[in-house]
């Protein structure tokens, strides 16, 4: 299949050179010529799929003509090894946990999705590939475990001293192998300016095959389709159509539902639940596109000014508000009613929500009183409630168990090289590689 810029200025390209490029030239973002339809067949057979078979024939229909179904199948078994679980807390009320992954977020399904791919993709060329990216925190992680130890590839995570948390320093700067982090004097600023130029630099270019692992990677939104399809069909009430409530930063997993709904998912409607940082539902209300700083928040990992996949949503509705608005509702949330809504459905069901699943609650639970026959309602909890600690553990009562995963890292030791924020440096130790 063929991918296009969402600039329409770039020539279109094989979805395999734009999953390597990760960019178009254009500075616009790669979108897949077509969305594939799935066969009635499919969809009533979904109850019976497992996550990873729904993973492979959803997947398998964009890379057809790029990976042969076995190697297909095998990639998806190594990528997609862990469960996307529905936990219903009523007959109208599911949560789709996405935080099962090596990393605890749903990252870990773009992340590994996206590496194992790459490393098909290269997997006859004689120079390894070298990807650089740059993190403020967790990407940095489902990054780098979605890359260790795949063959052919080399990772390195900049990441700003002391800027991001212990936990999530340890998950990235303790793994070895092919991931190198380096700690840069400097923020997250610097880390990304230090990224720029070494994909523009041309001795690098010369002596490496440079890459970048980011959020806008098409080979990490389609897997972010898959566990909506299997969502649907675990939905406690399934006589009514599904309303999906997605906590939103730069919009990539809401993006991926809206994917799987044009292939045929019937999805009522979808909420674009932000926090402080409304760009998006703003947008839905006034139909003006208004980036700004972002704000911090709680839930940080939302904490995102321009949302850089909106370009694809306004591609995928040919800029037409009345359209997406259809499809869509938002709304946000303030970090105390974020706290509330926490200790409500601990207090009420003993379940344990994270800051980013609670704002995802508070829009869904808004637009099922608002639209009380609109269907049954499903919200994402995109990460692992023990990732927030500081945040929940004065919520509850009950101390929070930390998983087995993120306990193991506290322990290893940290293996980062420290470097200034200046850009020589860094190609000297790369150069030196
Ligand atoms: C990245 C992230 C989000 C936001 O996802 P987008 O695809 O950027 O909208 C939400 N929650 C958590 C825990 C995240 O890590």
Redesign the pocket.
């Known amino acids: 299949m063929q991918a296009y810029s969402t600039n329409h200025t770039s020539p279109r390209v094989s979805l395999k050179e734009a999953v390597l490029q990760g960019m178009p030239p254009d500075g616009g973002l790669y979108m897949p010529e077509r969305i594939p339809d799935l066969p009635p067949a499919f969809f009533e057979a979904l109850e019976e799929y497992s996550l990873q078979e729904i993973a492979f024939r959803v997947g398998h229909s964009f890379f057809k003509a790029e990976v042969p179904e076995n190697d297909f199948r095998d990639l998806i078994e190594q990528a997609i090894n862990f469960e996307a679980p529905v936990v219903s807390l009523g007959e109208e009320l599911s949560i789709l946990e996405l935080f099962h992954g090596p990393t605890l977020?749903?990252?870990d399904f773009g992340a590994r999705f996206m590496a194992r791919l790459m490393s098909y993709f290269i997997r006859n060329d004689e120079r390894e590939l070298t990807i650089l990216v740059a993190t403020s925190g967790?990407?940095g992680s489902a990054v780098a475990h979605g890359f260790l130890g795949v063959p052919g590839i080399r990772v390195y995570i900049l990441y700003p001293r002391g800027k991001v948390s212990t936990i999530q320093e340890k998950q990235f700067t303790t793994l070895g192998r092919n991931i190198t982090a380096l700690e840069v004097d400097g923020n997250f600023d610097d880390c990304q300016r230090l990224v720029k130029a070494a994909f523009t630099d041309p001795d690098l270019n010369q002596a490496m095959a440079l890459t970048s692992a980011n959020?806008i990677n098409i080979a990490r939104l389609i897997p972010?389709s898959f566990y909506y399809f299997s969502a649907c069909a675990r939905v406690r009430n399934r006589k009514k159509p599904v309303v999906i409530s997605?906590?939103?930063?730069?919009?990539?997993?809401?993006?991926g539902g809206l994917i799987a709904r044009r292939m045929g998912l019937p999805v009522a409607r979808f909420i674009a639940a932000s926090n402080a940082n409304d760009i998006v539902p703003a947008y839905l209300a006034s139909g003006d596109f208004a980036p700004r700083d972002s704000v911090a928040t709680i839930?940080n990992?939302?904490d995102?000014g321009n949302?850089s996949?909106f370009a694809r949503m306004l591609d995928m509705y040919r800029h037409d508000l009345s359209a997406m608005r259809a499809d869509l509702a938002g709304s946000s949330w303030t970090d105390e009613q974020t706290r509330e809504a926490i200790r409500e459905v601990w207090d009420s069901y003993g379940y344990l929500m994270?800051p980013?699943g609670a704002v995802g609650y508070l829009a869904l639970r808004d637009y099922m009183r608002s639209h009380p026959e609109s269907g049954t309602g499903l919200f994402l909890e995109?990460?692992h409630p023990a990732?927030f600690l500081e945040t929940v553990g004065p919520l509850v009562e009950e101390s929070v168990k930390i998983p087995d995963r993120l306990e193991s890292a506290l322990h290893k030791e940290k293996l980062s090289v420290p470097l200034s924020s200046g850009f020589d440096e860094l190609k000297s130790y790369l150069l030196a590689r």
């Open positions: 977020a749903f990252k967790d990407t959020s972010q997605v906590p939103s930063g730069n919009y990539g997993n809401l993006t839930s990992a939302m995102v949302p996949n994270d980013h995109t990460a990732k």
